[in-house]
């Protein structure tokens, strides 16, 4: 049996992503996602945060997962304010999606 005696190179995740352009936009749109919860955290109330976490960001339509269906009819409650936020930072969010993600998946 032949085993591959080619040196291993090991790259850091900066480097990884710097060489396809490809991980390097999914990491930017992650990053973009982040700031923009970043933004609006503090209008989601204390007890519920936990249950709220920032979703992908594609196209200008920013998407918010969260662990229940009753917070995510309070989130709703909340998109007024949340899309103010984000306007009034310059992020560029025309629509905004909740999405209950059940335990588990």
Do not use: F
């Not at 990491?27 to 519920?48: K, Y």
């Not at 945060?49 to 009753?70: K, M, N």
Request: glycine share 6%; net charge positive.
């Amino acid at each position: 049996m032949a085993t591959d005696q080619r040196p291993r190179t090991l790259y850091s995740l900066d480097q990884a992503v710097g060489a396809a352009p490809s991980l390097a936009l999914l990491r930017e749109r992650i990053r973009e996602s982040q700031g923009c919860m970043d933004q609006i955290r503090h209008l989601i109330p204390a007890a519920m945060r936990q249950q709220v976490v920032a979703g992908p960001l594609q196209d200008q339509e920013w998407c918010l997962l969260v662990g229940s269906a009753a917070a995510s009819t309070k989130l709703r409650q909340l998109l007024p304010a949340i899309q103010q936020a984000l306007t009034q930072s310059g992020a560029q969010v025309n629509a905004i999606r909740i999405k209950v993600q059940m335990p588990g998946r």
